[in-house]
């Protein structure tokens, strides 16, 4: 609705319209995507008709009606007024069949746009980020934009981005450091999604140990190096449990058996965002395995089979994926394992054997993940140390969730952030930059805090996260993508519907309705009269 039509933007003239059409002694009930004002008249919302500003969150008829639905009124009339961006006929279900419904879809006059959908950091080198910048137009005539990125208010490189096929994709050299800024399309012609806010932050060494025999886990340390990580490994009987809470990542390699004391501690490290690792071993009882990893999912660990497999497909969809690989792999050199557990559960794959059983798994809570492999990997067993693919599997596995990269949250999105603070029984973080603040849902975790923004902030941009005065992170926000694609509506969703054009005929078209319902009212009134009056003709008459 921030879409300019013949008479300015959408929004704004809509309102306009309420508020010069509606009849002064109209009762009727508003809703917005926020708020709602029930049993009104146009005299007592004036005001508040007149301060009503642009949403980040995008329409949704479904809830709209669903909170109508909740009211007991019957046969109610429904102006729906709406650009209709994104509107299907699954949306139309939702109205009631006593209910009618009358729609004012305003028509933009801009067809053209250009957006920003997303931004993150494709590799890193010594000194540099390589940023990868997505966007996506919609319309028949796209012209060539230019593109910029800001740290703060300073620019550090300009393009013109010409977009084939309604897409293109923009790469950025900046300097790694820590970052707190936007990419902004700089054309005055374009509607929405101009501008995406993100934060990097100063790169942090994620804390992992490793609880097993220091020859097996020799592999870790090649790979979790000092550059990136605070690495260290401890055998199951020299263990400090105090040391746990410190950690990020905790991998359990090949321990034969895993101490009650151990899995309630690991229970809670989960709980408290940390990410776990599993790697069982071949003399692991499946029974206490299945009881440990039951705690986070519905996982049944079964027999060792020894029965030779190859690793021999990557789900590229997996979220442990995400922005590895370039391009889909198809001729890498299958690793494999002698012997494996069977393994019951309804978890995706990340790595699939031959047989089409998983090979690594993963459950995503909202705040860490859990990996769990069904074979040992020793050299004695696999030799999935010697593949490839043993550097991006690991290394993402301890990345997941530590923010070391791009931070750019959606407004709307309910998804928590973890941010590492440690906080008082009565500390609170607070969120705001120089025009919004706000205090956000959140969970005191050991030295990390969960965070929950639901509808907030109200407008999209960069924010700071504040421990009182002190300054905790850097955090930025954008609205939903979905408004930017400014694709035609399909009138036909709409046939069995009342489409008016203005706000102005369809309190005409109302008042025809219920004059004509009026009139029914009168004939049905009359007929019965006449009837009655035939009939006593008729017994008179006898």
Same mark, same amino acid.
């Given at each position: 609705?921030?879409?300019?039509?013949k008479?300015?933007?959408?929004?704004?003239?809509?309102?306009?319209?309420?508020?010069?059409?509606?009849?002064?002694?109209?009762n009727?009930?508003?809703?917005?995507?926020?708020? +709602?004002?029930?049993?009104?008249?146009?005299?007592?919302?004036?005001?508040?008709?007149?301060n009503?500003?642009?949403?980040?969150?995008?329409?949704?008829?479904?809830?709209?009606?669903?909170?109508?639905?909740?009211?007991?009124?019957?046969?109610?009339d429904?102006?729906?007024?709406?650009?209709? @961006?994104?509107?299907?006929?699954?949306?139309?279900?939702?109205?009631?069949?006593?209910?009618?419904?009358?729609?004012?879809?305003?028509?933009?006059?801009?067809?053209?746009?250009?957006?920003?959908?997303?931004?993150?950091?494709?590799?890193?080198?010594?000194?540099?980020?390589?940023?990868k910048?997505?966007?996506?137009?919609?319309?028949?005539?796209?012209?060539?934009?230019?593109?910029?990125?800001?740290?703060?208010?300073?620019?550090?490189?300009?393009?013109?981005a010409?977009?084939?096929?309604?897409?293109?994709?923009?790469?950025?050299? @900046?300097?790694?450091?820590?970052?707190?800024?936007?990419?902004?399309?700089?054309? *005055?012609?374009?509607?929405?999604?101009?501008?995406?806010? $993100?934060?990097?932050?100063?790169?942090?060494?994620?804390?992992? @140990?490793?609880?097993?025999?220091?020859?097996?886990?020799?592999?870790?340390?090649?790979?979790?190096?000092?550059?990136?990580?605070?690495?260290?490994?401890?055998?199951?009987?020299?263990?400090?449990?105090?040391?746990?809470?410190?950690?990020?990542?905790?991998?359990?390699?090949?321990?034969?058996e895993?101490?009650?004391?151990?899995q309630?501690?690991?229970?809670?490290?989960?709980?408290?965002?940390?990410?776990?690792?599993?790697?069982?071993?071949?003399?692991?009882?499946?029974?206490?395995l &299945?009881?440990?990893?039951?705690?986070?999912?519905?996982?049944?660990?079964? +027999?060792?089979?020894?029965?030779?497999?190859l690793?021999?497909?990557?789900?590229?969809?997996?979220?442990? $994926?995400?922005?590895?690989?370039?391009?889909?792999?198809?001729?890498?050199?299958?690793?494999?394992?002698?012997?494996s557990?069977?393994?019951? +559960?309804?978890?995706?794959?990340?790595?699939?054997?031959?047989?089409?059983?998983?090979?690594?798994?993963?459950?995503?809570?909202?705040?860490?993940?859990?990996?769990?492999?069904?074979?040992?990997?020793?050299?004695?067993n696999?030799?999935?140390?010697?593949?490839?693919?043993?550097?991006?599997?690991?290394?993402?596995?301890?990345?997941?969730?530590?923010?070391?990269?791009? *931070?750019?949250?959606t407004?709307?999105?309910?998804?928590?952030?973890?941010?590492?603070?440690?906080?008082?029984?009565?500390?609170?973080?607070?969120?705001?930059?120089? &025009?919004?603040?706000?205090?956000?849902?959140?969970?005191?975790?050991?030295?990390?805090?969960?965070?929950?923004?639901?509808?907030?902030?109200?407008?999209?941009?960069?924010?700071?996260?504040y421990?009182?005065?002190? #300054?905790?992170?850097?955090?930025?926000?954008?609205?939903?993508r979905?408004?930017?694609?400014?694709?035609?509506?399909?009138?036909?969703i709409?046939?069995?519907?009342? &489409?008016?054009? +203005?706000?102005?005929?369809?309190?005409?078209?109302?008042?025809?309705?219920?004059?004509?319902?009026?009139? #029914?009212?009168?004939?049905? @009134? $009359?007929?019965?009269?006449?009837?009655?009056?035939?009939?006593?003709?008729?017994?008179?008459?006898?």
């Amino acid at each position: 609705m921030q879409a300019k039509g013949k008479k300015g933007e959408l929004l704004k003239r809509t309102i306009q319209e309420l508020l010069e059409e509606t009849p002064e002694n109209q009762n009727f009930s508003l809703l917005t995507n926020s708020e +709602s004002y029930w049993n009104t008249d146009i005299k007592s919302i004036r005001t508040t008709l007149q301060n009503i500003k642009y949403s980040a969150i995008p329409f949704d008829l479904n809830t709209v009606l669903a909170k109508i639905n909740t009211r007991t009124t019957v046969n109610k009339d429904i102006i729906i007024i709406t650009d209709a @961006i994104g509107m299907n006929p699954k949306h139309l279900k939702s109205i009631s069949k006593n209910d009618t419904a009358y729609f004012i879809i305003p028509q933009s006059e801009q067809k053209n746009n250009v957006s920003i959908d997303s931004v993150y950091i494709n590799e890193t080198t010594t000194n540099f980020y390589d940023i990868k910048v997505n966007l996506s137009g919609s319309g028949d005539d796209l012209k060539s934009v230019p593109v910029a990125i800001y740290n703060q208010k300073k620019l550090l490189a300009k393009t013109i981005a010409n977009l084939e096929n309604n897409k293109k994709t923009l790469h950025f050299n @900046i300097p790694k450091e820590s970052f707190h800024g936007y990419v902004s399309i700089s054309d *005055n012609g374009l509607s929405y999604d101009n501008n995406y806010y $993100f934060s990097i932050a100063k790169e942090k060494k994620t804390n992992i @140990i490793s609880i097993g025999e220091a020859q097996k886990s020799s592999f870790l340390q090649r790979i979790y190096t000092a550059d990136e990580f605070n690495y260290s490994n401890s055998e199951i009987s020299t263990l400090d449990y105090n040391n746990l809470e410190k950690q990020d990542v905790v991998v359990l390699n090949e321990i034969d058996e895993i101490p009650q004391a151990l899995q309630i501690t690991l229970k809670t490290f989960v709980q408290k965002g940390g990410n776990l690792i599993v790697i069982p071993s071949a003399k692991s009882n499946p029974a206490t395995l &299945t009881s440990f990893l039951g705690n986070f999912g519905r996982i049944q660990f079964k +027999s060792y089979e020894k029965v030779e497999k190859l690793i021999s497909k990557i789900n590229f969809s997996h979220p442990l $994926f995400s922005g590895v690989f370039e391009s889909r792999i198809t001729n890498f050199q299958y690793p494999s394992t002698k012997a494996s557990f069977a393994v019951s +559960s309804s978890n995706p794959g990340a790595l699939i054997y031959d047989d089409q059983t998983a090979f690594l798994s993963a459950i995503h809570t909202a705040v860490s993940a859990v990996y769990y492999f069904s074979s040992p990997i020793n050299t004695e067993n696999s030799n999935f140390q010697q593949s490839p693919l043993i550097v991006p599997v690991f290394y993402k596995m301890a990345q997941f969730n530590q923010n070391n990269g791009v *931070n750019a949250l959606t407004i709307g999105n309910s998804s928590p952030f973890i941010v590492d603070a440690s906080l008082s029984k009565d500390g609170i973080l607070e969120v705001k930059n120089n &025009t919004e603040q706000f205090i956000p849902i959140q969970q005191i975790m050991n030295s990390k805090v969960k965070i929950t923004f639901t509808d907030l902030p109200l407008e999209a941009g960069n924010f700071e996260i504040y421990n009182q005065k002190q #300054w905790i992170e850097n955090i930025s926000f954008n609205y939903n993508r979905t408004e930017s694609q400014l694709s035609s509506f399909d009138t036909k969703i709409l046939a069995d519907y009342n &489409t008016i054009d +203005s706000v102005e005929n369809v309190f005409q078209r109302l008042q025809t309705d219920r004059m004509d319902n009026q009139l #029914w009212k009168w004939f049905v @009134i $009359f007929a019965l009269l006449f009837l009655l009056c035939e009939m006593a003709i008729i017994k008179f008459l006898k």
